[in-house]
């Protein structure tokens, strides 16, 4: 009878497929973009899987996150968590907690690959201050309006927040599900060859672009 990752194991081989179970993960923001990209790496096989954030589920949150009308009020890390469980009987370390200064270390020791999905510039700066000063690989995804990015941490330099509330601004779904499926085929590349390439994606043109001209830092 054929596994659960059976087409992923056709096209990718099982070997391959292996290793993709050998790497863990921490994952820090479970909302537009952190909550799908977990689905869809989980369901590729992808794992150990950590999450972090402390939010819990909004109505708004429904239109372009994971979750549903049911799960508002619930901690998002947690709703993330026994979603994952019922699709496909992963355990994914949930953590509700705010990533601060004074945890950061802690939270992300350990990870062979860090994803930050955070939506404001605070906790993406806090994000890549920690994963330099400790040597962790690093991966930025994020998304305005129409444009989406996914950086590695070499060339990524933190955007300035949005005037006013940090998530009340034109949003597609069809943008983030664009962004999440170009990050996690970046992600999956990477543990596989260990190749990094940065992309960017705009929704208006329908178009998905290697980046360019970024000097590293």
Avoid at 31 to 36: E, K, N, Q, V
Avoid at 67 to 95: H, P
Avoid at 122 to 151: S, T
Avoid at 183 to 203: C, K, N, Q
């Amino acid at each position: 009878m054929a596994g659960k990752f059976h087409h992923e194991e056709i096209y990718r081989g099982p070997d391959r497929l292996a290793r993709l179970a050998t790497v863990p993960l921490t994952l820090c923001g479970a909302g537009a973009l952190g909550s799908h990209l977990a689905d869809n790496l989980v369901r590729q096989g992808v794992g150990p899987l950590r999450v972090i954030d402390r939010d819990r589920v909004e109505e708004h949150n429904v239109g372009t996150q994971l979750f549903g009308e049911s799960e508002v009020g619930a901690r998002k890390v947690e709703a993330l968590r026994n979603r994952l469980f019922r699709a496909v009987g992963v355990e994914v370390e949930a953590v509700a907690k705010e990533l601060t200064a004074r945890n950061a270390r802690s939270l992300l020791k350990g990870s062979g690959l860090v994803l930050d999905a955070f939506d404001n510039a605070d906790a993406r700066r806090l994000v890549q201050e920690q994963c330099r000063a400790d040597g962790h690989p690093c991966l930025h995804v994020g998304l305005f309006v129409d444009y989406a990015e996914v950086i590695w941490d070499e060339r990524y330099r933190v955007p300035r927040d949005v005037a006013g509330d940090v998530c009340d601004y034109p949003l597609a779904r069809n943008l983030v599900l664009l962004a999440v499926a170009v990050a996690s085929e970046v992600v999956v590349r990477y543990l596989l060859d260990g190749t990094r390439a940065d992309w960017s994606a705009t929704l208006r043109d329908f178009a998905i672009r290697p980046l360019e001209g970024l000097a590293a830092d």
